[in-house]
């Protein structure tokens, strides 16, 4: 059985942007629903209102599990259950750490959090599992699309991927510096492709 390392997320405080959201639609359900208030909300909005604030509370609580594991020949990325992405090693062409334009086209995109796909203007669709929706963002570039993640120990992200992937290999040769302030920052390459950075937005 091939040894897997698993690499946790830059810390950032994005839990706590979606708990607010959930506590404001549990809260202002619970509230329109009082006699005092003289509100009788009909049953759909008490559905929305609270199911809506019920899945952003889990996804606030689960924020803890986010992580990223890689064995032979796969990358995955966790978030509870909600995201259990596989990227197989062998597809992924380049690696470039990135500051990645705003955007509103997004289906979870908070400060200091981003999942699912998100629309970028300056890259396309980019599925998230990350905790920045914007700054030093990882895009992974695959045959079959981009992938975003932010591990905290980045040297250590490209060192273990360039040692089972072999064809991947870093500019000038060398494992890349990461964490700069720059657009792109690093780019790890497929043959002679060109080479090409806490609340995070």
């Known amino acids: 059985m091939s040894e897997i390392i698993t690499f946790r997320p830059r810390k950032s405080a994005g839990w706590a942007w979606v708990m607010g959201l959930a506590l404001a639609l549990i809260g202002g359900t619970i509230w329109s629903m009082l006699p005092q208030n003289g509100g009788q909300p009909d049953a759909l909005t008490i559905i929305l209102g609270m199911g809506l604030g019920a899945y952003f509370l889990a996804t606030a609580l689960w924020f803890p599990a986010m992580h990223y594991e890689m064995d032979d020949k796969t990358l995955t990325m966790h978030y509870g259950i909600l995201v259990k992405e596989r990227i197989p090693l062998d597809q992924i062409q380049q690696v470039t750490v990135q500051n990645l334009a705003f955007t509103l086209r997004a289906a979870m995109r908070f400060p200091g959090l981003a999942l699912f796909t998100i629309n970028y203007p300056n890259e396309g669709a980019v599925y998230m599992c990350a905790t920045s929706a914007g700054n030093d963002v990882m895009i992974l570039s695959t045959e079959n699309g981009k992938y975003g993640i932010t591990p905290e120990d980045e040297a250590a992200f490209i060192a273990a991927l360039t040692a089972r992937v072999p064809q991947l290999r870093a500019a000038d040769d060398s494992i890349p510096p990461l964490n700069t302030t720059t657009t792109t920052t690093t780019t790890t390459t497929t ?11």
């Open 191 to 201: 043959g002679d492709t060109p080479a090409g950075g806490d609340d995070e937005v």
